[in-house]
């Protein structure tokens, strides 16, 4: 008479067909209403300048100041036409014909122009537009009707911040297709590598596309009711993780399941199986992720509090698509899945080998790799940590200090030639003047001061709706008297003041701050706003995030390990190697930064994302590779236990970097400077974890150590490591290696 299987046994109805039926419905329902949902984003999305503001900063303060001297929220788009000798009359009046064409295009708004250079090569306008509409499609508009009718042989141009938002948002107008193509042909191709199976990577797929569009769903709600606020940076970002890292719990939970298999002929207890031993580490990686990207809500940048509600609610989704609609696919799948490669059922001598070393049925790599750190684990685990250490040096050349905003655009840009223009002909600073606020009885104070500061080429109080009060101005004739009184709000007014220096550049910050002390002595109440205090404020407010945000992401991922591995020495040593291994990967970053891609510098924000990502992300294949490691050593002891989750677990690990660095570095085709950056941080990360951290630094390391690995646990005294192993006569590792071969 033959046993029956282990598994084998009939599975009731309403478990092997109706629940996993279920689940793929629901899932279905799901990416129909959040599939269609992708192209609303831009609906609840903003790329203005209020979606990235420090929100204590002295300019945003001065910024609400602001939309109190205006009826609408306007942004100055500032046009600049060019000519390769001066103007002669008959030009300058064929230019000042444009006015009234441009305030048809502003929707009526007041355009300030024409206003010829000093070398007579140029001339100016300003036309304000309102932030809350359509930005990009009004400095179109602007462009073509500036080319089409200006003289002919000149260069036209549409500059300032409205023009640099402009191309900002054409720049991240790839996000909803290109990046998404990009990433899921990538993950993809890695899959059919890795699986050598036609039907699981779809099935893969499918769980990671539902995934994003269940979080795709639940971001649009919170932004529609108000609770987050969205932008092109956050939602590129959501896509690359939310795809990354649901096919990332896949390639675990799918590992288990195929080693489910081996063990019986039943898809349905195979799938229970594999969800029951795979559930902890991907919760516990879920949630150490979560919370990560939640300690973002403690940043005073508005960006950075974005994309952390934003993350979290794509981690959350991914997890429940990989522990809910995968499990119900594959237990209705099977076997087939693995078409052609078919798991075989193993035998039952074959199903549980005799552990001694831990590398028994081990082949290939990760035999050697066992093999290596079982007998030189020392000196494994110190040449891992020293060439760490020298790659982390380079982190002394990082410049995170910001980028002047004509930089961050990677691709050709009318705005920032447009800058370019500007500072040949004009003051470095028009269209992007610094904003004073000053309280009514010191104004004249303030006024002078400011223009006696060294950098500041102009200053002028402003009038209702904006005018400038500029002392001795003869009215046009037929004009209206030019405005002698300024406009008060709250006992409060408006100065504008333009700089001799570019408005993005290292100069002008310097001014800015020059400007906030010296105006603090003649009217404590003055605050210093515009684009070059925004800019500033953000750098500072980036660098200070880091120091406070930093040690609390670290401390929640230590409590999480602490947790899931029911110890305190396992944990302290993780969480040390991946902050090592972040340290490393952007020590190298800077010097490609630097030296290969010839970046002026990287923005202020850009070590703390990477921080948050290579972190969280790099103690995820920890979690996924000690989890193992105690399970195995429960069964035979700490250092078999280690050489055995190390083989079990590194092919589907290494897969899972190799998947997750593909899709970040997805994030590259978007030609924004700060997403190519964090790209390449990420994607180097990710594979410097998952090849020297987590396949020979924590295995060497903990091998090194001992069963104390496990201290203060029952599973780090000697004895509960004897009796796991429960072969007393056992030979040493390095002996039973020898025989085996």
Same mark, same amino acid.
């Given at each position: ?158 500059? =300032? /911040? ?5 191309? @900002?948002? *054409?720049? %991240? #107008? ?6 998404? !193509?990009? $990433? ?123 994309? =952390? /509600? ?5 981690? @959350?989704? *991914?997890? %429940? #698509? ?6 119900? !696919?594959? $237990? ?146 037929? $004009? ?262």
């Amino acid at each position: 008479m033959n046993k029956t299987q282990p598994g084998s046994a009939r599975v009731p109805f309403w478990l092997r067909w109706l629940v996993p039926v279920l689940l793929v419905i629901t899932w279905l329902a799901i990416a129909g209403i959040g599939g269609p949902t992708f192209g609303r984003l831009d609906e609840v999305s903003s790329n203005d300048q209020a979606s990235f503001l420090p929100a204590g900063a002295e300019a945003t303060e001065v910024q609400d100041w602001q939309a109190k001297f205006r009826d609408t929220n306007e942004i100055p788009a500032v046009i600049v036409i060019e000519s390769r000798s001066a103007f002669t009359p008959d030009q300058l009046g064929e230019v000042a014909a444009l006015k009234g064409k441009l305030e048809a295009v502003g929707a009526g708004s007041t355009v300030i122009g024409p206003i010829p250079s000093e070398d007579a090569k140029a001339v100016q306008f300003v036309v304000p537009i309102d932030s809350a509409g359509e930005v990009k499609e009004v400095v179109q508009e602007l462009r073509d009707e500036v080319q089409a009718s200006a003289p002919e042989g000149m260069q036209t141009f549409v500059t =300032g /911040p409205a023009g640099l938002t402009a191309d @900002l948002v *054409s720049a %991240f #107008a790839g996000i909803d297709g290109i990046l998404l !193509l990009a $990433a899921l042909s990538a993950v993809f191709v890695i899959l059919l590598v890795v699986y050598r199976s036609l039907l699981l990577p779809i099935v893969v797929l499918f769980t990671s596309v539902f995934a994003l569009c269940a979080a795709i769903l639940l971001v649009f709600g919170m932004a529609k009711l108000g609770w987050i606020q969205l932008n092109g940076q956050s939602q590129g970002i959501l896509s690359i993780l939310v795809i990354g890292a649901a096919t990332d719990y896949a390639l675990l939970y799918v590992s288990r399941f195929r080693e489910a298999l081996t063990h019986t002929t039943n898809r349905t207890a195979a799938a229970l199986t594999a969800w029951k031993n795979s559930w902890e580490p991907i919760v516990a990686s879920g949630a150490t992720v979560i919370i990560a990207l939640l300690c973002l809500l403690f940043s005073d940048l508005n960006s950075n509090k974005a994309l =952390g /509600p934003v993350a979290a609610a794509g981690i @959350l989704c *991914s997890l %429940f #698509a990989a522990l809910t609609l995968l499990p119900a !696919l594959l $237990a209705l799948l099977g076997r087939a899945a693995f078409w052609p490669f078919l798991p075989r059922l193993l035998p039952e001598t074959e199903r549980e080998p005799a552990i001694i070393t831990g590398l028994e049925g081990q082949k290939g790599l990760w035999r050697a790799t066992g093999s290596l750190v079982s007998r030189r684990p020392r000196t494994v685990w110190t040449a891992s940590v020293l060439l760490l250490l020298v790659a982390s040096a380079g982190v002394l050349q990082l410049k995170a200090n910001g980028v002047p905003q004509t930089d961050v655009i990677l691709t050709a840009s009318n705005a920032v030639d447009g800058q370019d223009a500007l500072a040949r002909h004009f003051d470095a600073g028009t269209g992007s003047p610094v904003v004073i606020v000053a309280n009514e009885a010191k104004a004249q104070e303030v006024l002078e001061q400011t223009k006696a500061t060294d950098g500041v080429g102009d200053a002028y109080l402003l009038a209702d709706g904006g005018v400038p009060i500029i002392a001795g101005a003869p009215a046009a004739p037929g $004009a209206p008297a030019a405005p002698t009184a300024p406009a008060v709000r709250d006992g409060k007014v408006l100065i504008n003041a333009t700089l001799n220096f570019a408005a993005d550049s290292n100069e002008a910050e310097n001014v800015v701050v020059a400007l906030r002390q010296e105006l603090n002595k003649v009217d404590d109440g003055a605050l210093v706003g515009g684009v070059t205090a925004t800019a500033l404020d953000t750098n500072t407010t980036a660098q200070r995030d880091l120091v406070t945000i930093i040690p609390v992401v670290l401390a929640v991922i230590l409590v999480i390990l602490m947790i899931l591995l029911r110890s305190v020495l396992a944990p302290v040593l993780l969480v040390a190697s991946v902050v090592l291994s972040y340290g490393a990967a952007l020590g190298v970053s800077a010097y490609v930064f630097n030296n290969v891609f010839g970046f002026p510098g990287a923005d202020a924000t850009v070590p703390l994302f990477g921080f948050v990502f290579l972190v969280a992300l790099g103690v995820d294949y920890n979690i996924f590779l000690m989890s193992r490691v105690r399970e195995e050593s429960l069964k035979h002891g700490t250092r078999p236990g280690i050489l055995r989750g190390l083989g079990v677990t590194g092919g589907v690990i290494t897969s899972a970097g190799v998947v997750l660095a593909a899709t970040f570095a997805a994030l590259g085709v978007i030609p924004i400077m700060f997403l190519v950056q964090l790209a390449f941080i990420v994607a180097f990360g990710v594979l410097l974890d998952t090849i020297v951290v987590r396949s020979l630094l924590v295995p060497a390391l903990a091998y090194d150590i001992g069963p104390r690995i496990w201290w203060p646990s029952k599973l780090g005294r000697p004895e509960t490591d004897a009796a796991a192993r429960a072969l007393p006569s056992a030979p040493e590792p390095e002996a039973a290696e020898a025989g085996i071969r």
